[in-house]
């Protein structure tokens, strides 16, 4: 736990509760992640790898019995608006089985609180009683304040992180016994009720689960609909950073959204045509990403139209599954750029994951040897063949990104760096890079960032991933 975090909540927390006892009060702390590969194929049941890094987001929980729920804090050193509200609204209020859970701020300053909110509604809303002592009955009200080093908007799970933190103070006061798949799913609801948010279970599992550094670990997922398969112990001889742009993500459009409608939308054509051909066999099973690479280039991928309208989706193939979205009859679907992306996203990721097992099980000699350079300039033109997807075939980069991306191009595995790409929803965020540990590496790392102010007008922040302080919340 960041020692400086927790002083920091403490501090907040004795300024608002006065009179309060630190022993009463639960902390909890949940670290930054980074899509290292994989990114958008989790919503067409891909393989994906992340990490977590060492940027932490952090709340403080105390229970009150004045009625009063308080939430106050700060993230990247950025003041939120102090939001008071009645505990009745929210211990109180029960929400249909099956409904999402729906409790948002009214002022727009006000809503940063909603995953918050939408924590304590979750846990309700499955039954469990709120309070840190069970014989007293339900909770009715707490203070709780936040604080966060973890830039929102950066790619790095800001929100989930924060949800995660929360989750795991109640969870901890209260005794309340919730494995990490529960909780993790507890976390993505809790942030897609919140309007603009977007919460990925594979993404509140790396928070909750991450293990600790050194060595740096790679989490392995399957997207189907979400495990953790493994972490992968990094090879001694790699780093892997994570740059944040100083560029917000992508916020005006609903990516995650519709690349999951459209992934959808593919796999039912896809399943169609194995019916039309009468192949009793389907492989597909609801899962883009069990179409083969070859097969889907080979055979699939000349059927598929480039755009189709909704409403002749609709009168060809039928409707899909209400978890799939709303598909908009006089929308254009980008059907065949969409897969396109997601299939090879999906092998990139795979090929990625393997690279990096070869690596971490060979011995680590003094120097790299000729054969482990190779594998690492595989595993670097993945990375470089996801970013060139993203910016030429999605149009889902940003200038800053691609100049970071083409820098570490240029400078090549000849000065230890072997590819880089954009993460995450893209239009800004973070790049992930992949180095070695020479001095050539590092030379050429601070050359790039010290040119990126000259060129960007910012300062780009430096993270490497899974160092010391990348310990999931359940760790």
Same mark, same amino acid.
């Given at each position: 736990?960041?020692?400086?975090?927790?002083?920091?909540?403490?501090?907040?927390?004795?300024?608002?509760? @006065? $009179?309060?006892?630190?022993?009463?009060?639960?902390?909890?702390?949940?670290?930054?992640?980074?899509?290292?590969?994989? %990114?958008?194929?989790?919503?067409? @049941? $891909?393989?994906?790898?992340?990490?977590?890094?060492?940027?932490?987001?952090?709340?403080?929980?105390?229970?009150?019995?004045? %009625?009063?729920?308080?939430?106050?804090?700060?993230?990247?050193?950025?003041?939120?608006?102090?939001?008071?509200?009645?505990?009745?609204?929210?211990?109180? /209020?029960?929400?249909?089985?099956?409904?999402?859970? !729906?409790?948002?701020?009214?002022?727009?300053?006000?809503?940063?609180?909603?995953?918050?909110?939408?924590?304590?509604?979750?846990?309700?809303?499955?039954?469990?009683?709120?309070?840190?002592?069970?014989?007293?009955?339900?909770?009715?009200?707490?203070?709780?304040?936040?604080? &966060?080093?973890?830039?929102?908007?950066?790619?790095?799970?800001?929100?989930?992180?924060?949800?995660?933190?929360?989750?795991?103070?109640?969870?901890? &006061?209260?005794?309340? &016994?919730?494995?990490?798949?529960?909780?993790?799913?507890?976390?993505?609801?809790?942030?897609?009720?919140?309007?603009?948010?977007?919460?990925?279970?594979?993404?509140?599992?790396?928070?909750? #689960?991450?293990?600790?550094?050194?060595?740096?670990?790679?989490?392995?997922?399957?997207?189907?609909?979400?495990?953790?398969?493994?972490?992968?112990?990094?090879?001694?001889?790699?780093?892997?950073?994570?740059?944040?742009?100083?560029?917000?993500?992508?916020?005006?459009?609903?990516?995650?959204?519709?690349?999951?409608?459209? @992934?959808?939308?593919?796999?039912?054509?896809?399943?169609?045509?194995?019916?039309?051909?009468?192949?009793?066999?389907?492989?597909?099973?609801?899962?883009?990403?069990?179409?083969?690479?070859?097969?889907?280039?080979?055979?699939?991928?000349?059927?598929?139209?480039?755009?189709?309208?909704?409403?002749?989706? *609709?009168?060809?193939?039928?409707?899909?599954?209400? !978890?799939?979205?709303?598909?908009?009859?006089?929308?254009?679907?980008?059907?065949?750029?969409?897969?396109?992306?997601?299939?090879?996203?999906?092998?990139?990721?795979?090929?990625?994951? /393997?690279?990096?097992?070869?690596?971490?099980?060979?011995?680590?000699?003094?120097?790299?040897?000729?054969?482990?350079?190779?594998?690492? /300039?595989?595993?670097?033109?993945?990375?470089?063949?996801?970013?060139?997807?993203?910016?030429?075939?999605?149009?889902?980069?940003?200038? /800053?990104?691609?100049?970071?991306?083409?820098?570490?191009?240029? !400078? $090549?595995?000849?000065? %230890?760096?072997?590819?880089?790409?954009?993460?995450?929803?893209?239009?800004?965020?973070?790049?992930?890079?992949? *180095?070695?540990?020479?001095?050539?590496?590092?030379?050429?790392?601070?050359?790039?960032?010290?040119?990126?102010?000259?060129?960007?007008?910012?300062?780009?922040?430096?993270?490497?991933? $899974?160092?010391? %302080? #990348?310990? @999931?919340?359940?760790?």
């Amino acid at each position: 736990m960041d020692g400086s975090l927790t002083d920091r909540l403490m501090l907040q927390m004795k300024s608002v509760s @006065g $009179g309060f006892s630190p022993s009463d009060t639960t902390i909890c702390t949940a670290p930054a992640r980074m899509d290292v590969l994989g %990114g958008l194929s989790l919503e067409a @049941g $891909g393989v994906v790898a992340q990490m977590a890094l060492p940027s932490r987001a952090g709340v403080g929980l105390l229970w009150r019995d004045d %009625g009063k729920m308080i939430f106050v804090g700060q993230q990247h050193g950025q003041k939120h608006q102090p939001v008071i509200l009645a505990g009745a609204a929210v211990f109180t /209020q029960k929400i249909q089985a099956g409904d999402h859970v !729906a409790v948002t701020a009214s002022d727009r300053a006000a809503a940063w609180t909603a995953p918050l909110l939408n924590v304590f509604q979750s846990l309700i809303n499955r039954g469990f009683t709120l309070s840190p002592n069970p014989n007293t009955g339900g909770a009715i009200g707490a203070t709780v304040v936040v604080d &966060s080093d973890i830039r929102e908007g950066s790619g790095q799970a800001a929100s989930t992180a924060l949800t995660a933190a929360l989750l795991q103070a109640v969870s901890t &006061s209260c005794n309340l &016994s919730l494995s990490a798949l529960q909780k993790a799913e507890i976390i993505s609801d809790a942030q897609r009720a919140a309007d603009g948010n977007h919460g990925h279970v594979v993404d509140a599992l790396t928070v909750l #689960s991450a293990q600790d550094g050194p060595p740096a670990h790679l989490l392995r997922y399957s997207a189907q609909p979400h495990s953790l398969l493994g972490q992968i112990p990094l090879s001694k001889d790699i780093r892997i950073l994570a740059l944040d742009t100083g560029v917000t993500c992508a916020t005006n459009r609903d990516i995650f959204g519709e690349f999951h409608l459209t @992934g959808a939308m593919g796999a039912k054509i896809i399943e169609t045509i194995y019916r039309d051909l009468g192949q009793r066999h389907n492989p597909v099973h609801g899962y883009l990403g069990n179409v083969s690479p070859e097969l889907y280039r080979r055979y699939f991928r000349s059927l598929l139209p480039r755009r189709l309208r909704g409403a002749d989706f *609709l009168r060809t193939y039928g409707g899909l599954d209400s !978890a799939a979205g709303e598909i908009i009859p006089n929308n254009m679907y980008a059907i065949r750029t969409t897969l396109d992306h997601l299939i090879n996203e999906y092998e990139h990721a795979e090929h990625f994951l /393997q690279a990096m097992e070869e690596l971490s099980e060979s011995p680590t000699d003094t120097a790299l040897t000729a054969q482990r350079r190779l594998i690492m /300039q595989r595993a670097g033109r993945l990375l470089m063949a996801s970013h060139h997807s993203y910016r030429l075939r999605l149009q889902l980069s940003c200038p /800053q990104a691609d100049w970071l991306v083409d820098e570490f191009s240029t !400078a $090549g595995p000849k000065a %230890g760096a072997y590819g880089a790409r954009i993460t995450d929803c893209g239009g800004g965020g973070t790049v992930a890079v992949l *180095l070695d540990t020479s001095a050539h590496a590092m030379d050429a790392l601070l050359s790039i960032i010290s040119r990126y102010k000259n060129e960007m007008g910012m300062e780009v922040i430096v993270r490497e991933a $899974g160092l010391g %302080g #990348s310990a @999931g919340a359940l760790i």
